[in-house]
């Protein structure tokens, strides 16, 4: 082959299956929408012909048989029982321990890092097995390694500095504001690496505006891949009674960002006029929202339900009134989608992403402002007084999630991204050296 032909990148085939490395970090469902994400993109991508192997840390995904795990344990040092136990010293055993380890010591969250650690090494010795790395907002320094072996690209869901913000504003002491500083201490490193990698992917329109706002990406890096839902199995069950005031949220995480303390307001608000009571999916935990829940004599009102399939999940949706997003902000919320897909009537807040993902007010949802319980007390007494408004909003909101959103057509638009970075010629270089090219090159002689 002349040097000529070696300067000039050979087109790629837009039919040829890929072999796809997917990173996530925390990837189970049930620790929220990234898991959740993982576990149906995943699973869209095989559906479509290609081959996945995922990488995960703990707690690991929950993914579709045809798919193969490759487990890289932390230290977990977050986990459910011992939430920030420090490791013995017989626990550190690699680089990426010690400086899993370290970042612990200094108030840090050091999970991204060090899972970025373990992937390099294990893809390191597998540069030939794959044609591209899909990292799931791990975003730690060393996916920049990854990047230089294997063509990379990244989902990031939302801007994490949105995060550390709301939780600096609700937090009243110094001191714990300068440790939520120092936790969320990651989020400089994400912004570096996305900076330097080819393509970002991102759900929503409003999170690509954060993204490039906060974290300085340029936007001609990034393209919008909106996330699915599965509308046959998301799907009314009209043989299920609702039950009268029962109102039903999801809550992943206890942090302000997710605006739970106020629907417990609300809630408290709304118990004075008349019978409410609230299934949250998730675990309880030791946080302020819980606290609160005894401070509003509200615990004997509320259930909480964790670690069930997503069939529960609809029965659960089918059972109640009102499904309620009261959060700050969101990057998309994909709570919201699947409770519209249901056809339960939604009431949300217009953080973040969410008036573009929810649509307008009165038609497929009922809107409010974010951080105002009695906006959130009127919006559901609007929807908990109205049976003919609940059924046209669930009936029209479920209409707006079928036409727009799928995990096949997730998944469709993000091979779009896979080919797009693949054919840049640093990529095509990169899989000539990895011996990838012959079987993603047409028959050009090339």
């Known amino acids: 082959m002349s040097d000529a032909t070696s300067a000039k990148a050979p087109a790629l085939s837009p039919n040829a299956p890929l072999s796809i490395a997917y990173l996530t970090y925390r990837g189970k469902p049930h620790v929220g929408g990234q898991g959740v ?21 703990q707690p690991y995904p929950i993914l579709d048989e045809r798919i193969t795990l490759h487990q890289l344990p932390s230290l977990d040092l977050w986990n459910d029982h011992f939430p920030g136990r ?31 650690m373990r992937a390099l090494q294990a893809l390191s010795k597998r540069q030939s097995d794959f044609d591209l790395v899909h990292d799931n907002q791990c975003l730690g320094y060393s996916v920049l390694g990854i990047e230089k072996l294997i063509p990379t690209i990244a989902t990031l869901h939302h801007p994490i500095t949105r995060d550390r913000a709301l939780e600096m ?10 440790s939520i500083g120092r936790w969320y201490n990651f989020v400089k490193m994400q912004g570096r690496v996305a900076k330097r990698l ?93 606290q609160l829940i005894d401070q509003l004599g509200l615990r004997p009102h509320i259930e909480f339900v964790s670690g069930v399939p997503d069939e529960r999940v609809v029965e659960l949706y089918a059972e109640a009134e009102l499904a309620v997003v009261p959060s700050l902000y969101e990057g998309f919320s994909l709570p919201a989608i699947e409770a519209m897909s249901t056809g339960i009537c939604l009431v949300a807040t217009d953080g973040g992403a969410l008036p573009e993902v929810t649509g307008r007010d009165g ?4 809107q409010c402002a974010a951080g105002d319980v009695d906006a959130l007390v009127s919006a559901i007494r609007r929807g908990l007084d109205d049976a003919e408004l609940r059924a046209r909003v ?44 012959p079987a993603l090159a047409q028959e050009t002689g090339c």
């Open 198 to 290: 080819p393509r970002i992917v991102v759900v929503s329109e409003n999170s690509i505006k954060d993204i490039h706002a906060d974290m300085g990406v340029s936007l001609d890096r990034m393209r919008l891949v909106p996330v699915g839902v599965d509308p046959a199995l998301f799907t009314p069950l009209p043989q299920i009674a609702r039950r009268p005031g029962r109102l039903i949220t999801t809550a992943s995480a206890d942090v302000a960002l997710k605006g739970l303390s106020y629907l417990l307001e609300a809630m408290a608000k709304l118990r004075t006029e008349r019978d409410v009571t609230l299934t949250i999916i998730g675990k309880p935990r030791d946080g302020a929202s819980n």
């Open 86 to 116: 420090f490791p013995g010293y017989w626990e550190l055993k690699t680089k990426a321990d010690w400086a899993e380890a370290f970042s612990h010591l200094r108030g840090t969250f050091g999970e991204p890092l060090a899972f970025s």
């Open 394 to 437: 669930g009936e029209a909101g479920r209409r707006r999630v079928v036409e727009r959103w799928s995990w096949k057509h997730c998944a469709q638009l993000t091979v779009e991204q896979y080919r797009e970075v693949l054919a840049m010629p640093h990529n095509v270089e990169k899989l000539r050296n990895n011996g990838r090219l």
């Open 169 to 178: 504003a609700h937090t009243p002491t110094w001191r714990k504001r300068y």
């Open 37 to 57: 994400y993982t576990r149906h993109l995943t699973k869209a991508l095989v559906d479509l012909g290609h081959t996945v192997e995922v990488f995960g840390g």
């Open 363 to 366: 038609d497929t949802v009922l």
